[in-house]
């Protein structure tokens, strides 16, 4: 679900709030002074994977934990 950010007209309060597409208000009151909140425009978000695929290391990060785990020499946790 996407994070909504609302700015209150009066005091200038923001606030951010989750809510589905199909029910995300326009407007909210403020919970600080009871006023009008309008709904911002914001920029979204994005994931970013910089590298390789997540998955595509796993089994190497895998034996690499266990190298460690089972005390191994600092000479042998080569990749």
Request: net charge positive; glycine share 8%.
């Amino acid at each position: 679900m996407p994070t909504y950010t609302f700015k209150c007209k009066k005091c200038a309060h923001v606030l951010e709030e989750i809510y589905s597409m199909s029910k995300a208000p326009k407007t909210i009151k403020c919970p600080e002074c009871g006023k009008r909140m309008k709904r911002m425009i914001g920029a979204g978000a994005t994931l970013i994977f910089k590298g390789s695929w997540p998955g595509k290391d796993l089994k190497i990060n895998q034996n690499l934990a266990k190298k460690i785990l089972n005390n191994a020499p600092p000479d042998q946790l080569g990749e």
